[in-house]
């Protein structure tokens, strides 16, 4: 089977906003994550996104952290790392240190600025609310920062505006190409989880791309469906979702990644190998 054939699976092993309240297998320490980060791997995950936590499960931008993280991955699995750069603040000298230091094979980059929430239809309001500020000049210095220390963008949509004001990036020479993308579906303020919204993302990015869907919340596994029989990759994990398609809340990303793999078989497509998910993203070897 060919490459094209392949499919990358990601697995977010959790987030910034998921805590143990609401799953109580939500990794928090560096050793916590990297024992999800070895289940998601033996079960067939070739990258881990990674948010750092303290070990109360704050948010954390601690270099040492990302370091400790990095370092106890690699004593478990070759996985290929890919770190959150996400803030709310425009100040983004924490987020630089980390990818100019530990140098993590992709990094995340929010390509947009949002309006960002969750409703609760039940208690009829608004569980969080806010603007998520990613500014164009925001983006140019993230990518600076990410060519010049030989870290790929993976460039989070969500939603359509931010896929198609990627061109200016192109122009100035900031973005390269082969690109990867992620489209986010189903935060409130962005994109929807219907298959004509993941087409037009699909149709809007440049030939030679990669992509994968990120599905927030009960319709992730039928967006995942949607993608594998689109011919794009996949992301699954705590952060996302906590739960099989059986409706099981998961025990751990390992087992995300095992119903994900599942589905990628049913659909005649093979799960690719973290050497094979190199050359797909033309990441080094």
């Not at 990258?47 to 303290?54: L, M, N």
């Not at 990867?180 to 809007?204: C, D, N, R, Y």
């Amino acid at each position: 089977m060919s490459l094209n054939d392949k499919v990358i699976i990601t697995a977010a092993l959790s987030g910034v906003l998921a805590n143990r309240d609401q799953c109580p297998h939500i990794p928090y320490t560096p050793a916590e994550i990297a024992d999800e980060a070895k289940r998601a791997y033996d079960a067939g995950a070739a990258a881990v996104h990674i948010h750092a936590r303290t070990d109360d499960g704050a948010p954390s931008w601690e270099l040492e952290t990302f370091r400790k993280i990095k370092d106890e991955v690699r004593k478990r699995c070759p996985i290929i790392l890919n770190f959150s750069t996400g803030t709310l603040d425009d100040d983004i000298s924490a987020q630089e240190a980390i990818i100019r230091e530990i140098k993590p094979e992709i990094a995340a980059l929010n390509m947009g600025t949002m309006n960002y929430a969750k409703y609760s239809a039940k208690r009829k309001e608004f569980v969080f609310d806010m603007v998520f500020p990613n500014t164009f000049g925001k983006i140019v210095r993230y990518l600076d920062i990410m060519n010049s220390a030989g870290v790929k963008p993976e460039l989070e949509c969500f939603d359509a505006g931010h896929t198609n004001s990627v061109w200016p990036l192109y122009d100035m020479g900031k973005l390269l190409k082969p690109t990867q993308f992620s489209f986010i579906m189903g935060v409130l303020g962005g994109l929807p989880t219907s298959i004509e919204a993941l087409q037009l993302q699909k149709q809007t990015i440049p030939s030679g791309s990669t992509w994968e869907v990120i599905g927030i919340g009960k319709e992730q596994w039928r967006l995942i469906a949607s993608a594998l029989v689109l011919g794009g990759n996949i992301r699954v994990g705590l952060e996302d979702n906590f739960y099989l398609p059986s409706g099981a809340m998961a025990q751990s990303n390992g087992e995300l990644v095992e119903s994900a793999a599942a589905l990628t078989r049913l659909t005649g497509r093979e799960i690719a190998t973290v050497d094979e998910a190199r050359r797909m993203l033309s990441l080094p070897m």
